[in-house]
Structures are given as C-alpha cells and as structure tokens.
C-alpha cells in the first residue's frame, strides 16, 4: 500500500544553495531525498512547503512523500539523521539539516497544497558591536531602531491586502498577490535584539525579508509608521524597504489545521 | 619612531585553515595582515600569542605588529574592521574575525615571548538532541556525562606537570613539555552544556583538546578519575583520551601580568 509521509526539519541554512533540489549545488532537499532514498530502499520525491533561500533557516519546515517501503514510521527519523550525522558519534558534529519529526498522513494529504498558514521569525541583532558568532544568524543593523514605530507599522500589515509591494520579481507566478497576515509581532529579545514574528495563510516570493527590510527602515526614521498604508495601496515595490538579508529568516511552523490531527 | 601595537582579536574559527598564514587558504593572520597592511601603507607582519587549528575560535586572541606609520592607534581598530566587516552597513553581515582592542606597548614587549598564561574554554554539548545550529561552536556528546568524576580527575591535572602524555605529535618542537596548569573547572553552564576552563602558563600541541578529551571519556565511565595521575605519570600520549574535536575549543585570553599595564 501506498503510504504518505509528513516530515518535520530543521536545518542551518547558511551552507546550504536553499531548499530547492538544483543539480550540482548542495541544497537541503536534495540532501534529504538522497539520505531517504537509502533509508527506503527506492527513488524519493519530497514536497516541501516553503522553497527557502540560500542562507535562510527553519525550526519546522514540513515536506510529504509518497511511496512503498518497509521501513516502519518510527524508524525513519532515527536512520535518517544517523545518516545525515554521518560520523556524529565520532567527531561529536551534528550535520546543518535534521528531521524533527514524521508521521503518516492520509492518502490525499499533500504538504505544500494543504498548508493553512505558516510562521516566520526574523532577528535583527540591533547594535553597533561586531559579533563574529552572530553573523549567519541575524541581520546587524548598527543604527539604533525605533521599536513603537515599528510596532506602529507593523499593526498597518496586518489583516488581508494586496501585498504586491512586498513581492520580490523572480519567483513563481502567483494566481493572486491577495495574502491574509494574522498576525506581526515586532518584540525586544535579549539585549539588543529585535525580532519580528508574522504568521499568514501564505507569503509572496520574498514578503518577509521585504516587510522586515521595510520595518528597519521605519524603525532608522527613514520612513513614518503610517507611510505604510500607502505603499500598499500602491502595490509598487520601489515604494517598499530593502530586502533583509537571508540569514536573519527563521522559518518557524507550517499550520495544518484540523488535518494534522486525523493521521492516518 | 618604531612603534611596537598589540591587537586583542576575536574570531569565530569555523571558516579560517586556522591562525597561521598559508599561500592559498584563508587564516585569521593572513586576512589580518592583509587589511592591516592596507590601513598602514607598509606590510605589516603578525606575531600571534597562540597558533589555534582550524575550527577553533577566540574570544582574546592577541598579536603584536611593529613598524613606523601615520595612523593614530586609536584609529587602528575601527579601520580594520570596517576593512573585514566590507559591506555590513548594506548587507548587515559581519565579518568572522575582528579586532576588540588596540594598544601601543614598550619597544621590546613582543605578544608571544611575553605572554605569562592563557585561559582555554571547552564547550561540550552533552544532549542526544541534534542542535544543527550548534554544530560549529560545541563538542556534541549524547551519552550522559557525570559531572562530578569529571571534577575529581580535573583536580589532579592542576599544577606542575610533565604532560607529555596530553601532547600530540606534529606541532613545533619545545624544549620541554613541563607546564603549570592554575586551574582547571568543569560546571554546567545552560542546561545540557557542560564547560571545561583551563588556565595554565602555556600549553602543549592540542593539549587542552586531548584534555577535553580525556575528561569525556571520564564522564562516559571510560576511565577512572584516579587514573589520571597515572597517566600523566606514564607520559604516553596513548593512554590518554581522544583528541576533543576543534569546534567546542575557544581561546579566551592571554595574560601579560603587569607588562600589559605598563604601555608605551
């Protein structure tokens, strides 16, 4: 029987080409479909949810396959990131990508079709000290920031709109650039850190590296809180901030609603 | 007038051939002198107190340089590190090494020959959980440690030793291997990261990694905590641990005693 397989990962992004199989670039699912192809014994196709950028992390990327294979459920996370971890045990290094979690889903599920919303966090370390360690992990911006009036404007985003101004050319053709955001939390962590956490039912090729782009520059004085509003409406680009470099993107979760909970 | 700098540096390991210049790999001395030599206008030659192997980092690396040039000390630091951090005002990326202090010294202080002690630290993560984003920066050990048979045999590696048993072939020849280790702490620091801090008036090729390494196989019930000092006795480096690989090894400061107090 045909069995459909739901993985959670996570994984570094920053030596990784991104998410997306490309031949002769190490990518994340070209690396998963290679370990999953010796754990279950035959060619693996996997569907991710979100096609992540060079340099862009997740916590919980999801990514269903289809197939039959005698490995149990339960096994496959284990030998997979045995595989991954190659000699884990040896040199005491843990590989860049993991899987967190797998489950059996229903014959019809479909990872990226059947998404409800995802989440997004972005960091921004927001101080003016080097920190060597940071750098893949975050978007230094050395000029101090605004927190309320980013705040302010990220309140303007939320709710549904035409989001045609956060969308960067170059990624696949879209229906519709009509997108609901929940919700856009812009919040002090530690010290000096800033993050931005926005959840929506789906983003446009870029949308959150341009609204946390777009956001810093609010937060620098370079443009009022209110300002937002119009660039919207606009549905220009050009009008939008700059583009927030990858390494400070954290994909967090893939919502499924309901349909997570009836497993096969 | 000659005027003799020392450099406080901190780098994050992960990408360097480690510190020593190489023709045709990128070291932390090689890209150092690189931008030090523009920012001065003559080349410029490093003398680093410690050699660390790639993978390791520093938080207080130190190097001295010599030379006659314009440039105030006080401008030094700021000059090299906009050089290494390039664009970190547009790309928000920091560079993987910069300079934390500048300061002139007397005509004949030099950073290694002077140099009274360092102080190492060891980060083990002691967790069967895949942390992908701790690869770089710790020693990850699934099985449980025990902390304390870790503290016993530490206690017997302080004082004044011949350690040739924690030496490891291939580094430069000394005329002794004779060293004084003041002290040597094991404590969990975050939950499941166990610390080891060494400080001691020198140490031996890899030594504190064959160290980390023994103590591991202490906590992993390997070996006996009393069998340290029998192993020291031995001088054979065989009976000692495993070599702990270089990703949890960080250089955390040299000491000059009051040398360092009597700049120029």
Redesign the interface.
């Known amino acids: 029987m045909e069995r459909n397989i739901l993985l959670t990962i996570?994984?570094?992004g920053t030596n990784f080409c991104g998410w997306q199989r490309q031949p002769g670039l190490r990518t994340v699912q070209g690396q998963l479909e290679q370990a999953l192809t010796k754990v279950c014994g035959k060619e693996i196709t996997l569907n991710g949810t979100s096609r992540t950028d060079a340099g862009v992390?997740a916590l919980g990327q999801r990514a269903s396959f289809r197939g039959e294979f005698g490995i149990p459920t339960d096994r496959i996370m284990l030998a997979v990131?045995n595989l991954l971890?190659g000699g884990?045990?040896v040199?005491?290094?843990?590989?860049?990508?993991?899987i967190r979690d797998v489950r059996e889903m229903p014959a019809d599920f479909h990872a990226r079709f059947d998404s409800k919303g995802k989440k997004y966090r972005y960091i921004i370390r927001n101080s003016g000290e080097?920190?060597?360690?940071?750098?893949?992990?975050c978007?230094?911006?050395?000029s101090p920031l605004d927190l309320a009036a980013m705040q302010e404007a990220a309140a303007l985003i939320v709710g549904t709109h035409d989001f045609a101004c956060f969308q960067a050319a170059g990624g696949n053709p879209r229906e519709t650039t009509v997108r609901t955001v929940f919700s856009l939390d812009v919040f002090r962590r530690e010290v000096g850190d800033i993050a931005i956490e926005i959840t929506g039912d789906g983003f446009l090729y870029n949308m959150v590296r341009i609204i946390a782009g777009t956001l810093v520059e609010v937060g620098q004085g370079k443009k009022r809180p209110r300002e937002i509003s119009s660039i919207i409406t606009s549905k220009e680009r050009q009008r939008a901030g700059h583009t927030?470099?990858p390494?400070?993107l954290y994909l967090v979760e893939i919502y499924y609603g309901e349909l997570y909970e009836r497993e096969a």
């Open positions: 996570e994984y570094d992390h990131n971890c884990m045990n040199r005491g290094k843990c590989a860049d990508v993991c080097i920190d060597v360690f940071a750098r893949n992990y978007y230094q911006v050395k927030a470099p390494e400070g």
